[in-house]
């Protein structure tokens, strides 16, 4: 007792203090008295009674990938023979193998004569080696000795056209010195009055009047030497005009069009003259045949022609023999220009790709000899038991002809798939193949075929696929039940769950909350005063367990896996990032989806 009073003793002299403050502050004591309990009350409450504030579960969005899968069942496919036909004709020459034998892919089956196909080869490799040297041939470089040769044609064709020029030129110079004379005493003997008792007459018109009473055909011959006169006169105009106006030095183009145009004024000029003569010899004949005297002035006349006749044929032949000089000469040299340039520039890219075209045929035609020789020994395209030979030493065979009877080793497992699940299918598609009468077998196997054509069946359509084993197994027998999981899909990015994921109109979206949520990635989620914000996405490869978001979202986001209104009882979140089965068990046809963290 008196050790109970000691311990108590410090504490006596506080109690008292607080006993007599209260009985001093009566109001204040019970007023703080009445705040505690309502207070521990209030604790009470929360801790005891359900709560009906929503909750929101969420995840943090995370990168993965995502292995797309279906389940099919199907039966082993039991073993069929394959006729294994020739590719080639001739005599067999050999059959190395035996009825019974197991061969391996490539086993020789039988030797054809293989001749003719050799000679094929050597053929199409010599036609191929021609097309590869005419190629070279045309892409090699111009020999210099060729390049001098072009140039000194270039150099020499450009010589003789200058001469050219210069003739022409200096016959052009020339011709207007006579031309002019002779066009002037053609229009005076034409249009001047020289005849005697008529004087008051052009000699042209004078000559005309006297004949025409006895030949009528007078006026045809005065037409035309009166025509051809204003022709003459017209393209001499012309030539002098061009003449006037081009030096000696003006470029080829310009020479070559002014010794034309002035070989055609002497050209018509020497027209004119000789339409002129045979009108004045028409008038001197018809005066004689009519035993009329003879104008000595006529006489006269018809000699001056005759002279003038000479010196423009003169003018005409130099002329003509130069129109053609320049225009060869100038066409030479643009030959001689043209072929220099190609020798320099190299082989005209048009005749190099039809040299490549060829020898791309000749490649062609030379794989199909070799193809065709090697078709001369017919191997077996896989591998299995030869079960019959149908060809024997020293026959002959035709092409496509059955040469042996194989029975392969290969094991496959026949699936029928609905249209929905035949739409995912793809020859090469990796599988994992598990059998019922055998559950510690598990065999890889290969999409192998898909038949294109499907069944009805109670308006239902299906497609048979045939997926191959890529080990084969003895264990395994004709006509067991499997179940294939193939790989329909791979995809890596961020992954969300499905349950995370809603759509509307259209347009799929998830529930974001930014700033993040505290402490709601649990069982239990947490509330918030704050609604969460929808944001668009673009959502790829899925199941019902996850999906890749291809857009919308960044890693590190969090969104809303589940939503629990007030009272509701909390569902453990599957994280975003979490593994689910890869081929784990189902029904037929679900898929099955796998996301791995990264």
Do not use: C
Not at 92 to 102: D, K, R
Not at 369 to 377: C, D, P, S
């Amino acid at each position: 007792m008196d050790s109970s009073r000691a311990v108590h003793v410090p504490y006596a002299p506080l109690w008292r203090k607080i006993r007599a403050q209260a009985v001093l502050h009566k109001v204040w004591s019970a007023a703080a008295a009445l705040v505690v309990l309502f207070g521990l009350y209030h604790f009470y409450s929360v801790i005891t009674a359900p709560s009906t504030a929503t909750r929101y579960i969420t995840t943090t969005v995370a990168t993965g990938t995502v292995v797309a899968a279906m389940a099919e069942t199907g039966q082993v496919s039991a073993s069929t023979n394959v006729n294994i036909p020739s590719q080639s004709s001739g005599e067999v020459l050999s059959v190395p193998v035996t009825a019974g034998q197991h061969v391996v892919t490539g086993t020789a089956l039988a030797y054809i004569d293989p001749t003719t196909a050799g000679e094929n080869v050597t053929s199409a490799e010599q036609a191929l080696q021609g097309a590869r040297i005419a190629l070279a041939k045309l892409t090699e470089p111009a020999a210099t000795s060729s390049l001098t040769s072009a140039q000194n044609a270039v150099a020499n064709t450009q010589a003789n056209l200058t001469a050219a020029r210069t003739a022409g030129y200096n016959d052009v110079s020339s011709a207007f010195l006579d031309l002019p004379g002779v066009l002037n005493g053609l229009d005076t003997i034409l249009h001047g009055y020289k005849i005697p008792g008529r004087t008051s007459q052009q000699d042209e018109n004078a000559y005309n009047d006297m004949v025409q009473p006895y030949d009528a055909t007078v006026v045809e011959y005065s037409t035309a030497a009166e025509s051809s006169f204003i022709t003459a006169q017209n393209s001499y105009n012309t030539a002098l005009a061009t003449f006037e106006a081009t030096p000696r030095s003006a470029s080829d183009g310009q020479i070559a069009s002014l010794v034309q145009q002035t070989y055609q004024a002497a050209a018509d000029l020497s027209d004119a003259l000789k339409a002129s003569t045979n009108f004045l010899n028409f008038v001197d004949t018809t005066l004689t045949d009519h035993a009329f005297s003879i104008p000595s002035v006529l006489t006269s006349q018809i000699a001056s022609l005759t002279a003038y006749t000479n010196t423009t044929n003169a003018n005409v032949t130099a002329l003509s023999a130069d129109t053609t000089n320049v225009t060869s000469d100038g066409l030479a040299l643009a030959n001689a220009q043209a072929s220099l340039a190609q020798l320099q520039a190299g082989a005209d890219p048009l005749d190099i790709q039809t040299d490549q075209l060829a020898i791309q045929e000749k490649q062609d035609a030379l794989a199909q000899a070799e193809l065709a020789l090697a078709n001369t020994v017919v191997r077996a395209p896989f591998t299995g038991t030869v079960a019959a030979l149908n060809v024997q030493r020293y026959q002959t065979i035709a092409n496509n002809e059955t040469v042996a009877t194989m029975v392969s080793d290969n094991q496959s497992v026949i699936i029928s798939v609905n249209e929905v699940d035949a739409a995912k299918l793809k020859v090469g598609q990796k599988a994992t193949i598990t059998f019922d009468a055998l559950p510690n077998v598990s065999i890889g196997g290969t999409v192998s075929s898909i038949n294109t054509i499907g069944t009805v069946s109670q308006g239902v359509v299906s497609y048979d696929a045939t997926v191959t084993f890529d080990t084969p197994n003895s264990n395994v027998l004709p006509g067991m039940s499997a179940t294939v999981n193939i790989v329909t899909g791979v995809a890596t990015g961020l992954v969300v769950p499905v349950a995370a994921v809603q759509s509307s109109g259209g347009t799929s979206y998830v529930k974001v909350f930014n700033p993040p949520l505290p402490r709601s990635e649990n069982a239990a989620g947490a509330p918030s005063p704050v609604a969460p914000t929808d944001v668009p996405v673009t959502v790829g490869l899925s199941d019902t367990a996850n999906s890749i978001i291809e857009g919308g979202l960044a890693a590190g986001t969090q969104v809303v896996m589940e939503t629990l209104s007030g009272g509701a009882s909390a569902v453990t979140p599957t994280s975003a990032a979490q593994s689910t089965s890869f081929f784990g068990a189902g029904r037929p046809g679900v898929g099955a989806i796998r996301a791995l963290k990264h």
